[in-house]
């Protein structure tokens, strides 16, 4: 399914569980003060340098909850806010 969104919209695909590159598992409640970490699913054109995949971070309280059904395929569960809800992008080294 192709995906043009409008306005300032974003749709995120949030990671229930961290791991480290050392293989350790964070528990969703250590990171949950800085808020939730996500990957993009689909971004409407921005001024920013974001892109679909990168990973961010986002308070799921500002988050819309929604669920992208496509015949065929299993149910997606995405977070829809506004590119100004996102409090960071997580570079990579």
Not at 31 to 40: D, N
Not at 59 to 72: F, Q
Not at 74 to 89: C, N, R, W
Request: without cysteine.
């Amino acid at each position: 399914m192709n995906l043009e969104l409008l306005n300032d919209k974003v749709f995120i695909e949030e990671v229930t569980e961290k791991v480290t590159e050392h293989g350790i598992v964070i528990p969703d409640s250590a990171t949950a003060k800085i808020g939730s970490i996500g990957i993009i699913y689909a971004i409407a054109k921005n001024d920013y340098d974001l892109k679909v995949g990168d990973k961010v971070i986002f308070s799921k309280y500002t988050a819309e909850d929604i669920i992208l059904k496509e015949h065929g395929h299993p149910d997606k569960k995405l977070k829809s806010l506004t590119v100004d809800s996102l409090h960071a992008k997580i570079l990579e080294d």
